[in-house]
């Protein structure tokens, strides 16, 4: 993709060539940040040179290209980027940075900037900046506003994250449903600039009632004669700001939707949701369960202080140490057994990994038709068969090659059908929880994907040493 | 949401309330399957009241959640519930799914209801379809078309998966840039419909080529006299029929874009790209990553035949055990060491494990960021710096605690300073290979995603293992 002449080719719809330019341009740059910032003349003529190219880069950026720009930079060299950057798009680059990103860059700018840079905002950006911008410029920011659009910033405010209240902007554009398709696009005309993504106008009645929805696309292949009521569709996919936006975005995703009203409990038209920002619910949405699959708590900054990224990633290394820990208390339990054959140390690990990996192959397909909506309560009991099925397969495929092996290493035909059996059985094992822990985590009202990779490698641990351990005691001792 | 009566509340974006009904009443009527084929009389009453209740559910389904429903039933019941549903969205429905359900549900139909569901269909989607269906209906299908529609279908055929040419359709609406809107709008009227999201008008000059594009949120505030060529935006983002989908979806989401040009070499409009193949691509990319991370190799239909989830599932599993049998023969070559303190063997999983958890935390991060775009070669040694110092913390807080634990089980202080040490060195290694195995990956050419926490775990478990048993055997015997 390209943004400037038609003759040039589409192939690189993303900022990759200026990317590491820019980083060396930067860390070049960042010995003189003290006299750049204070204007004063740079050493060398060289060095000129690059504060110009960088500049002249930064400025022609797209706030969202600016904002992928600022995630990828350390701190430092961060905030001189940010710094050269034109304010003009500062306001867009904060909406669009991660969170933990836009911190940074509220530290390194001043009162004066901070308020240039909210200005023109509507009031769910604005909202949804105002955490993170101290108060006294929220309160000064609101001062310039009129009583309207106060109330709309307090009111984005009141919702919880996650939610469509929180997503939605004021900016419905809504007509009666008693006029002509000329008088509607009369009346649109007098505006300066419609709403971004406007693909549909909603009708409302005399009491702000939606109605239905007028199709850009139908209005204007309407005969300009023709009443809205005539026109309009009345079987509207609508929200209300307490609805869940991850439901929201599979609802945006299901029916193509590109934009959406949002009704109050009355049935009034309050506000209005996009889908960029349902795409970026359904990016986090993964990102999230990634994350939360390998035991981040939350999106870091690539750069965050070491300690901060301490703090994100202890919580699941705790849960991992107790679950390792009784891990080994179960073979602590069988010392003997291994002190007689010590070949079994060396190979229960293998039988524990083995059912950490289907397990977890099991609970990711399960949890992912759950995210999905696709699983109903009717058929635990068909996927536990059909799971325990493909284990009791694997199973003896793989534990008769693994017990093979053992027998060809240590020479014991016993060691190779216990190994057999319990590869089979950890096997069966982790199917089996591995279609339960969702299941029973989903019934609790808890997140499937939370932890449940954590959970499954602890009981296939224990169970496989377990398991292993215990068949080679009673039948090899 | 709803979409029937506006005074219904929007808490319910999905079709949970029916999806358990409706699992109910087939799994009632599966028995009676081969009257209700035969349109032969249902043995009592009730089976009768069940199967118009099922049908009315069914014919109100939007073709949407009626695919959502399909993939949620296990294979005889999709079958009678797709016999059971009107086949006026056939079409539609075969479009949505799954490719695994797909093949399922065309299984089902014979070649009038093939040829009936793919009639109304473009040509882009027809190219979707052509794959999944019997080559005499594809033939059949495209002698009803024309010779421009042919070529279309042959076209979008021809490109790769994952290419922006194999998601684009042939529906742009173009005008010159010569005429005033007055024209553009007249010439609007003319359609009997407007394509789907239709957000932009393309600007062509004579020869085709794209030139720039009017967005109709300009079309239709701007006064009726004005040229296009005056109102229309020249900065447009453009792809090529060769471009990846991934990196075009990102572009989507970066800049917020509802439609998209496809040109050919010589600049000429040939298509276009929408945001809902975009959200399909987004969703698809994470679903993958995630099913990759957990060793699967596709989207598996939940209901797949037992054998089709081995082979899904093998090769990871055979690599899983690989890596395990290597970490078995490391513990093997410390057989004396075990013998003697037996003690090792309960020890020595807590080492490895908790260096694969911490591992995957750190490989997870940077293969997210770089899916992003966000990270610079340059940075590799700063992030590797950072990453060892989160593990340096974490090694002696968390190795203290098992060192402490460890002596309070065993008594011996030389036990206690072994485990904290190994703990250390190991998240060390873990921090080292996570950042270097995705940046490898990435210089080959590799998906860094695929495989990265098999391979991470492989050398925390490994390693983890020699380090502890090496330093016991150095320190201890």
Same mark, same amino acid.
């Given at each position: 993709?390209?943004?400037?002449?038609?003759?040039?080719?589409?192939?690189?719809?993303?900022?990759?060539?200026?990317?590491?330019?820019?980083?060396?341009?930067?860390?070049? #740059?960042?010995?003189?940040?003290?006299? !750049?910032?204070?204007?004063?003349? #740079?050493?060398?003529?060289?060095?000129?040179?690059?504060?110009?190219?960088?500049?002249?880069?930064?400025?022609?950026?797209?706030?969202?290209?600016?904002?992928?720009?600022?995630?990828?930079?350390?701190?430092?060299?961060?905030? &001189? *980027?940010?710094?050269?950057?034109?304010?003009?798009?500062?306001?867009?680059?904060? #909406?669009?940075?991660?969170?933990? /990103?836009?911190?940074?860059?509220?530290?390194?700018?001043?009162?004066?900037?901070?308020?240039?840079?909210?200005?023109?905002?509507?009031?769910?950006?604005?909202?949804?900046?105002?955490?993170? &911008?101290?108060?006294? *410029?929220?309160?000064?920011?609101?001062?310039?506003?009129?009583?309207?659009?106060?109330?709309?910033?307090?009111?984005?405010?009141?919702?919880?994250?996650?939610?469509?209240?929180?997503?939605?902007?004021?900016?419905?554009?809504?007509?009666?449903?008693?006029?002509?398709?000329?008088?509607?696009?009369?009346? &649109?005309?007098?505006?300066?600039?419609?709403?971004?993504?406007?693909?549909?106008?909603?009708?409302?009645? @005399?009491?702000?009632?939606?109605?239905?929805?007028?199709?850009?696309?139908?209005?204007?292949?309407?005969?300009?004669?023709?009443?809205?009521?005539?026109?309009?569709?009345?079987?509207?996919?609508?929200?209300?700001?307490?609805?869940?936006?991850?439901?929201? +975005?599979?609802?945006?995703?299901?029916?193509?939707? *590109?934009?959406?009203?949002?009704?109050? +409990?009355?049935?009034?038209?309050?506000?209005?949701?996009?889908?960029?920002?349902?795409?970026?619910?359904?990016?986090?949405?993964?990102?999230?369960?990634?994350?939360?699959?390998?035991?981040?708590?939350?999106?870091?900054?690539?750069?965050?202080?070491?300690?901060?990224?301490?703090?994100?990633?202890?919580?699941?290394?705790? /849960?991992?140490?107790?679950?390792?820990?009784?891990?080994?208390?179960?073979?602590?339990?069988? @010392?003997?057994?291994?002190?007689?054959?010590?070949?079994?140390?060396?190979?229960?690990?293998?039988?524990?990994?083995?059912?950490?990996?289907?397990?977890?192959?099991?609970?990711?397909? !399960?949890?992912?038709?759950?995210?999905?909506?696709?699983?109903?309560?009717?058929?635990?009991?068909?996927?536990?068969?059909?799971?325990?099925?493909?284990?009791?397969?694997?199973?003896?495929?793989?534990?008769? /090659?693994?017990?093979?092996?053992?027998?060809?290493?240590?020479?014991?035909?016993? !060691?190779?059908?216990?190994? /057999?059996?319990?590869?089979?059985?950890?096997?069966?094992?982790?199917?089996?929880?591995?279609?339960?822990?969702?299941?029973?985590?989903?019934?609790?009202?808890?997140?499937?994907?939370?932890?449940?990779?954590?959970?499954?490698?602890?009981?296939?641990?224990?169970?496989?040493?377990?398991?292993?351990?215990?068949?080679?005691? *009673?039948?090899?001792?």
């Amino acid at each position: 993709m390209n943004t400037s002449s038609p003759a040039h080719r589409a192939d690189a719809p993303r900022l990759d060539l200026d990317i590491d330019r820019v980083h060396a341009l930067a860390e070049d #740059l960042l010995p003189v940040y003290a006299q !750049i910032r204070a204007d004063a003349p #740079l050493p060398d003529a060289s060095l000129n040179g690059k504060l110009s190219e960088l500049t002249g880069i930064l400025h022609e950026l797209h706030p969202a290209d600016m904002a992928a720009l600022l995630e990828s930079l350390p701190p430092k060299e961060r905030v &001189l *980027v940010w710094r050269l950057a034109g304010p003009e798009d500062d306001g867009d680059v904060l #909406l669009e940075v991660s969170e933990a /990103v836009r911190e940074t860059l509220i530290e390194a700018m001043n009162r004066e900037e901070m308020l240039a840079a909210v200005e023109d905002m509507d009031a769910d950006e604005l909202a949804e900046l105002a955490d993170d &911008l101290p108060h006294q *410029v929220v309160y000064e920011a609101l001062q310039t506003r009129d009583e309207e659009e106060r109330e709309q910033v307090k009111a984005a405010m009141s919702y919880e994250d996650g939610t469509i209240g929180a997503l939605m902007d004021f900016e419905p554009v809504s007509v009666r449903a008693d006029v002509s398709c000329e008088v509607v696009l009369r009346y &649109l005309r007098r505006f300066d600039a419609l709403p971004d993504h406007t693909d549909k106008i909603f009708v409302v009645d @005399e009491e702000d009632v939606l109605i239905g929805v007028l199709p850009v696309r139908k209005l204007l292949i309407s005969n300009p004669e023709d009443l809205v009521a005539d026109v309009m569709a009345t079987d509207v996919v609508r929200f209300s700001p307490e609805d869940d936006a991850e439901e929201a +975005a599979q609802a945006f995703e299901r029916y193509d939707l *590109v934009t959406a009203p949002v009704i109050d +409990a009355s049935g009034k038209l309050i506000g209005r949701i996009t889908i960029d920002e349902m795409v970026d619910v359904i990016r986090e949405e993964s990102e999230a369960d990634i994350l939360n699959m390998a035991g981040l708590q939350e999106e870091e900054d690539l750069f965050a202080p070491v300690w901060d990224s301490v703090k994100n990633r202890w919580t699941w290394l705790a /849960v991992n140490l107790c679950t390792a820990f009784v891990a080994s208390r179960v073979i602590g339990a069988f @010392e003997g057994s291994i002190q007689k054959i010590v070949a079994l140390a060396a190979l229960m690990p293998i039988v524990a990994g083995i059912g950490g990996n289907s397990g977890n192959q099991t609970i990711t397909m !399960i949890v992912r038709a759950m995210a999905v909506g696709q699983l109903a309560d009717i058929q635990a009991g068909r996927l536990l068969k059909k799971e325990v099925g493909v284990a009791l397969a694997n199973g003896l495929i793989w534990g008769s /090659v693994m017990g093979a092996l053992s027998y060809a290493l240590y020479g014991s035909i016993g !060691i190779g059908l216990v190994m /057999v059996a319990a590869m089979t059985l950890n096997l069966l094992l982790a199917a089996a929880v591995g279609v339960l822990i969702p299941i029973a985590m989903e019934k609790l009202g808890r997140d499937p994907a939370l932890g449940s990779s954590v959970l499954i490698t602890a009981v296939t641990d224990s169970g496989g040493f377990l398991i292993f351990l215990g068949l080679a005691t *009673v039948f090899l001792m």
